[in-house]
Nanobody, 125 residues
Framework: QVQLVESGGGLVQAGGSLRLSCAAS????????MGWFRQAPGKEREFVAA????????DVNDPVKGRFTISREYAKNTVYLQMNSLKPEDTAVYYC??????????????????WGQGTQVTVSS
């Protein structure tokens, strides 16, 4: 089992920045990848970004490419999502997720067995 705890959400004006953190605990040695997804009211959950744990390879969805950066701090079992140039359409609950299935399609939600509780990000115009 892997437990995930997110932090760093909040209210920010358009054009501002936030950094989300997700700390993993438990069987972290088995991690293949960690990712961020978001869900706005009335919309489906959307892939934001993901990173493979060992290699550090990243995948970032087009709507946030160039504005959001995903990274990991191996020693702290923590993944970060740096969000710059935020827009009102970035408003959503952001979820951290983890998978231990090697070779997973990390841009899809289905491979992720472990999920955090979510953190609200609100961008005002």
């Amino acid at each position: 089992q892997v437990q995930l705890v997110e932090s760093g959400g909040g209210l920010v004006q358009a054009g501002g920045s936030l950094r989300l953190s997700c700390a993993a605990s438990g069987r972290t040695f088995s991690l293949y990848a960690m990712g961020w997804f978001r869900q706005a009211p009335g919309k489906e959950r959307e892939f934001v970004a993901a990173i493979t744990w060992s290699a550090g390879s990243t995948d970032v969805n087009d709507p946030v490419k160039g504005r959001f950066t995903i990274s990991r701090e191996y020693a702290k079992n923590t993944v970060y999502l740096q969000m710059n140039s935020l827009k009102p359409e970035d408003t959503a609950v952001y979820y951290c997720a983890a998978t231990n299935v090697f070779g997973s399609a990390i841009w899809l939600a289905r491979p992720y067995a472990y999920w955090g509780q979510g953190t609200q990000v609100t961008v005002s115009s």
